[in-house]
């Protein structure tokens, strides 16, 4: 009775976590939307700013005010050599998943960031020379499938925001490739990867956006008849963007790979038909159809590198794969590769 109580909490303990990470990841994003669209903040380099900012001052009170989790403490020297380059990727992963998001629907956006696991493949075989499980291959055609699908049958196609979606998700592969090397010998959660990454990021991305987006800014607020309420808006959306790195941390620890990998999908289908319910963009039979390949995909290219990575010790998963220094950059961990917060 008791262990059947036990497996029942963790079950809820489960189901309450996912929901409460589909509520900020979806909530950030149509904030994001709403910032750029419905305020006419056009400023992407700025509203990312904003979310460093957010997340660097949270994760320093959840560490060392609240000291809800422990510091995970990093080398000086580390920190330039191995932080800094991951913030500079990082940075530019947020930075051009924002700017999609100032030009094509939050659907589209979405569907094209599902492409992720492709690029981050592709990307292990061309530059590490790394060679995959044919199972693998064989996954991603339908991910490939559907992006092509949504994208010629995309109603609200924009090629600059395609463009920049398409380079978030290969700065999303290149960021997870890097950090099985550049992060090796440090086990970071969410929080503390926030929490060196979030003020370096904030340092790189300040200039730009100051010469490129000050002037923009300063017309806008005094175009404001009252600055209260997208101020709040604004600062919110960082806020949330930061608790939705928290959210991740629980997640990751409360779930299976596999239940991990279902949920992401599945929250990207929340977040498409929340997008539309609220923004009315238009979606036409075909587009839905592709979004839904694509979805389907992701699931089965999920489950088949856990599959993969649950074969018995002896079993060669890359079979093709060199000897050499190339090992140090295996297969991107099966719950971690879409950490990242948008």
């Not at 956006?109 to 492709?118: D, E, G, L, N, R």
Request: proline share 5%.
């Amino acid at each position: 009775m008791e262990e059947g109580m036990l497996c029942q909490w963790s079950v809820i303990r489960s189901v309450l976590a996912i929901i409460q990470w589909w509520g900020f990841n979806v909530t950030v994003i149509i904030m994001n939307k709403w910032i750029f669209q419905k305020l006419d903040f056009k400023f992407p380099l700025s509203v990312s700013c904003i979310h460093f900012i957010c997340s660097a001052i949270g994760a320093y009170l959840v560490i060392k005010v609240l000291k809800l989790k422990p510091l995970i403490a990093v080398d000086p020297e580390d920190r330039w050599k191995r932080i800094f380059p991951m913030s500079f990727v990082f940075c530019i992963n947020i930075v051009l998943g924002n700017v999609s998001l100032r030009y094509i629907p939050v659907s589209f956006m979405q569907t094209i960031k599902s492409f992720t696991p492709a690029t981050t493949v592709i990307l292990q075989w061309l530059v590490w020379q790394k060679h995959f499980d044919g199972r693998i291959w064989a996954s991603l055609v339908p991910i490939v499938g559907g992006i092509l699908l949504t994208s010629i049958t995309e109603l609200s196609f924009n090629m600059f925001g395609f463009c920049a979606a398409l380079f978030g998700c290969l700065a999303t592969s290149t960021k997870t490739i890097l950090a099985e090397s550049l992060l090796h010998g440090y086990k970071f959660d969410s929080i503390n990867t926030v929490y060196y990454m979030a003020p370096f990021a904030t340092m790189i991305l300040a200039g730009p956006a100051l010469l490129l987006e000050g002037s923009g800014v300063v017309l806008w607020f005094q175009s404001q008849t009252s600055l209260l309420s997208p101020l709040i808006i604004i600062f919110g959306s960082g806020v949330l963007a930061f608790c939705l790195n928290f959210s991740i941390f629980y997640v990751i620890h409360s779930t299976t790979a596999v239940t991990f990998n279902v949920a992401g999908n599945l929250k990207v289908a929340v977040a498409v038909t929340c997008s539309w319910l609220i923004f009315r963009n238009p979606i036409s039979a075909l587009n839905a159809i592709g979004c839904a390949i694509t979805l389907v995909g992701c699931t089965f290219y999920g489950y088949v590198r856990h599959m993969i990575s649950q074969q018995p010790p002896g079993t060669p998963r890359t079979p093709h794969t060199p000897r050499s220094l190339k090992e140090l950059v295996p297969l991107v961990n099966d719950k971690l590769d879409d950490k990242d917060v948008r």
